[in-house]
């Protein structure tokens, strides 16, 4: 009987080409389902063979619990009573007790025979999946075997098949049972059942090897490919370098009137396909990827690897792409968070910031009152001081003792920051506001108020930024600014 075993071994693992302990395992598994069969109870049941004699024998095993974790008499025993049995046993160790073994005639059962079945199609498909493993994250070409609701399954050629998550497909497409296709190759774990070859269309990797195929420079390595991000069956932005100077490798990506470029789009269903150029700089990556939208600014915070793009408002819809899908491909590409503003609207909130500081700096009123005056036009010393106690008091916060208040701290303020320019004016120093060409003590006041005290803060402005803060003609704000900027060359 032991020799049957042996022999069973020999013929099916020459005939199916496996390790003989992959078809020993599966003799034990099924003489163990086998002996299962015994107890009306839940058992757990381990069978060793011998791999040279064909003898085995067969354990009923017990894991030993605490009362708390006591839950199946069938698989567990009590600390207290496996004590009793052997005083070296410990919590999650486990007692066997010897049965005697069922006949392995009786495995002829058709559930015996499952479990051998069973397990040398899993010792197959491990084998083929180790064969394959060389080649994971390659395109492989197949054609499709079998369509289900799910999946489809796709043979890949020497009896190797691979599986086809509808979820891997690029949306839209239909494929049956026939039709050859191109897929990245990947491994995928299921539980309690191993590994399997699995195919996906909607990787990144997908589009990296057409054009790998497409574009000879790639497969030679004078152009690289360094950074991919896609919304399968939509868009794509790719990110390329070149090792050679002398080529142009959107141009090599792109080809003859876009014959290459166009090959890998139909081949993805018509997926539009951005190839920009790799940057190690972050920031010129982002300026590359995000084209043809223009990017006001840049801040980086390299703790949170995060980005904040400024872009200019006619041009926010489009870099923020539609449903945000532009700025998200561009964020996988750097590898950075981006948070994409308005650059309009924060050059007003920034400036409405500096006008607000400088009204609670001079008025001696908190955040709410000064938000109250900026957005009842009240915005300037000069403003409020010229403005009547009427007028003010209109105001549905302020009654006329405020608004009085408010008038004579404007002027004030006004009288102060006069004397204070005035007495810079008379030291002369350069970095005094008062020694730009073009600025009188009006404009100085008017400048102060903003935050505006020193040349160096004129110089740094941009000529937006100053028509955002006073009233001023665009080309009388350039000279100010450049004539400001003089001692810096």
Same mark, same amino acid.
């Given at each position: 009987?032991?020799?049957?075993?042996?022999?069973?071994?020999?013929?099916? &693992?020459?005939?199916?080409?496996?390790?003989?302990?992959?078809?020993?395992?599966?003799?034990?598994?099924?003489?163990?389902?086998?002996?299962?069969?015994?107890?009306?109870?839940?058992?757990?049941?381990?069978?060793?063979?011998?791999?040279?004699?064909?003898?085995?024998?067969?354990?009923?095993?017990?894991?030993?619990?605490?009362?708390? *974790?006591?839950?199946?008499?069938?698989?567990?025993?009590?600390?207290?009573?496996?004590?009793?049995?052997?005083?070296?046993?410990?919590?999650?160790?486990?007692? &066997?007790? %010897?049965?005697? !073994?069922?006949?392995?005639?009786?495995?002829?059962?058709?559930?015996?025979?499952?479990?051998?079945?069973?397990?040398?199609?899993?010792?197959?498909?491990?084998?083929?999946?180790?064969?394959?493993?060389?080649?994971?994250?390659?395109?492989?070409? @197949?054609?499709?075997? %079998?369509?289900?609701?799910?999946?489809?399954?796709?043979?890949?050629?020497?009896?190797?098949?691979?599986?086809?998550?509808?979820?891997? =497909?690029?949306?839209?497409?239909?494929?049956?049972?026939?039709?050859? #296709?191109?897929?990245? $190759?990947?491994?995928?774990?299921?539980?309690?059942?191993?590994?399997?070859?699995? $195919? &996906?269309?909607?990787?990144?990797?997908?589009?990296?090897? =057409?054009?790998?195929?497409?574009?000879?420079?790639?497969?030679?390595?004078?152009?690289?490919?360094?950074?991919?991000?896609?919304?399968?069956?939509?868009?794509?932005?790719?990110?390329?370098?070149?090792?050679?100077?002398?080529?142009?490798?959107? @141009?090599?990506?792109?080809?003859?009137?876009?014959?290459?470029?166009?090959?890998?789009?139909?081949?993805?269903? !018509?997926?539009? #396909?951005?190839?920009?150029?790799?940057?190690?700089?972050?920031?010129?990556?982002?300026?590359?990827?995000?084209?043809? +939208?223009?990017?006001?600014?840049?801040?980086?915070?390299?703790?949170?690897?995060?980005?904040?793009?400024?872009?200019?408002?006619?041009?926010?819809?489009?870099?923020?792409?539609?449903?945000?899908?532009?700025?998200?491909?561009?964020?996988?590409?750097?590898?950075?968070?981006?948070?994409?503003?308005? %650059?309009?609207?924060?050059?007003?909130?920034?400036?409405?910031?500096?006008?607000?500081?400088?009204?609670?700096?001079?008025?001696?009123?908190?955040?709410?009152?000064?938000?109250?005056?900026?957005?009842?036009?009240?915005?300037? =010393?000069?403003?409020?001081?010229?403005?009547?106690?009427?007028?003010?008091?209109?105001?549905?916060?302020?009654?006329?003792?405020?608004?009085?208040?408010?008038?004579?701290?404007?002027?004030?303020?006004?009288?102060?920051?006069?004397?204070?320019?005035?007495?810079? *004016?008379?030291?002369?120093?350069?970095?005094?506001?008062?020694?730009?060409?073009?600025?009188?003590?009006?404009?100085?006041?008017?400048?102060?108020?903003?935050?505006?005290?020193?040349?160096?803060? =004129?110089?740094?402005?941009?000529?937006?930024?100053? %028509?955002?803060?006073?009233?001023?003609?665009?080309?009388?704000?350039?000279?100010?600014?450049?004539? +400001?900027?003089?001692?810096?060359?």
């Amino acid at each position: 009987m032991e020799n049957e075993i042996l022999l069973v071994a020999e013929s099916v &693992s020459g005939e199916k080409d496996l390790p003989k302990e992959s078809i020993f395992e599966a003799i034990e598994q099924a003489l163990a389902t086998a002996t299962k069969k015994r107890y009306q109870e839940p058992t757990n049941i381990s069978v060793s063979i011998d791999q040279t004699t064909g003898e085995y024998e067969t354990f009923r095993l017990w894991e030993v619990v605490s009362e708390e *974790d006591f839950e199946d008499a069938g698989f567990q025993l009590l600390i207290e009573d496996a004590k009793s049995r052997d005083e070296n046993l410990e919590l999650g160790s486990f007692i &066997s007790e %010897k049965v005697d !073994n069922v006949a392995f005639g009786r495995i002829a059962a058709q559930a015996a025979k499952q479990v051998i079945v069973q397990k040398v199609r899993e010792a197959e498909r491990a084998k083929i999946v180790d064969q394959y493993r060389p080649y994971l994250g390659e395109m492989v070409s @197949g054609s499709v075997k %079998k369509v289900t609701r799910e999946f489809l399954i796709v043979d890949l050629g020497d009896g190797a098949e691979a599986v086809l998550s509808r979820n891997e =497909l690029i949306p839209g497409e239909v494929y049956r049972m026939g039709d050859r #296709l191109r897929a990245v $190759l990947q491994e995928e774990e299921r539980e309690n059942r191993g590994s399997q070859l699995s $195919l &996906s269309r909607r990787c990144p990797e997908m589009v990296s090897e =057409l054009f790998r195929l497409e574009v000879p420079e790639i497969s030679e390595q004078v152009i690289e490919i360094k950074a991919v991000a896609r919304d399968a069956g939509s868009r794509t932005k790719l990110a390329v370098k070149t090792n050679d100077n002398r080529i142009d490798p959107v @141009g090599a990506c792109v080809g003859m009137r876009g014959s290459r470029v166009q090959a890998v789009s139909a081949e993805l269903g !018509n997926e539009r #396909l951005d190839i920009v150029i790799w940057d190690d700089d972050p920031a010129k990556l982002l300026i590359n990827a995000m084209g043809p +939208a223009e990017i006001g600014s840049i801040v980086l915070d390299e703790e949170s690897q995060t980005m904040e793009v400024a872009v200019a408002k006619e041009s926010l819809a489009q870099a923020i792409g539609k449903n945000g899908q532009n700025v998200r491909l561009c964020s996988q590409i750097t590898g950075w968070k981006l948070n994409v503003i308005d %650059k309009d609207a924060e050059e007003e909130d920034s400036a409405s910031i500096n006008v607000s500081d400088s009204l609670k700096e001079y008025l001696d009123v908190d955040d709410d009152l000064a938000q109250i005056l900026i957005e009842e036009g009240f915005d300037s =010393l000069d403003k409020i001081s010229n403005s009547s106690i009427e007028s003010l008091s209109a105001v549905e916060e302020f009654d006329e003792e405020i608004a009085e208040a408010l008038i004579d701290r404007a002027k004030e303020a006004l009288l102060t920051l006069a004397m204070e320019i005035s007495t810079e *004016d008379d030291e002369s120093s350069e970095e005094d506001i008062m020694a730009v060409e073009g600025v009188d003590m009006n404009l100085a006041l008017e400048l102060s108020q903003k935050g505006i005290k020193t040349r160096d803060d =004129l110089a740094e402005l941009s000529v937006d930024e100053l %028509k955002d803060l006073i009233d001023i003609e665009e080309e009388q704000a350039g000279s100010l600014i450049m004539k +400001a900027r003089e001692h810096w060359f």
